[in-house]
């Protein structure tokens, strides 16, 4: 399984951005697809996850409202629409997959994914 990032770049206060996970080599729909997100000398931390074939989409308590993410079946993508962007969303964004029976219980573990992709930055400044 490969995934690949893209979206990223540098944007203003306020503004709002799209990424996109795109997956070759297994159905996203199958298992559960997180985002994460890591900041300069900070941990690697949860922003969101779906597992579509559970009905479920879970998110970082601070980022609820403000982020959303979604799959795209037909073509393999899950996408994190991200508004309202502020300086401290400043980050390098990975997407991660996991396809075991328990993949979808833990979203919020970077061990419940297996496959993870390089990752794709996002600077948020004036």
């Known amino acids: 399984v490969q995934l690949v990032e893209s979206g990223g770049g540098l944007v203003q206060p306020g503004d709002s951005v799209r990424l996109s996970c795109t997956a070759s080599?297994?159905?996203?729909?199958?298992?559960?697809v997180g985002w994460f997100r890591q900041a300069p000398g900070e941990e690697r931390d949860f922003v969101a996850s779906?597992?579509?074939?559970?009905?479920?989409?879970t998110y970082a308590d601070s980022l609820r409202g403000r982020f959303t993410i979604s799959i795209d079946n037909a073509e393999n993508t899950v996408n994190l629409q991200m508004n309202t962007l502020k300086p401290k969303d400043t980050a390098v964004y990975y997407c991660?997959?996991?396809?075991?029976?328990?993949?979808?219980?833990?979203?919020?573990?970077?061990?419940?994914?297996?496959?993870w992709g390089q990752g794709t930055q996002v600077t948020v400044s004036s």
């Open positions: 991660a997959a996991g396809f075991r029976s328990d993949s979808g219980s833990y979203p919020l573990a970077r061990a419940s994914y297996d496959y």
């Open positions: 779906i597992a579509w074939s559970r009905g479920r989409t």
């Open positions: 080599g297994r159905s996203l729909s199958s298992g559960a």
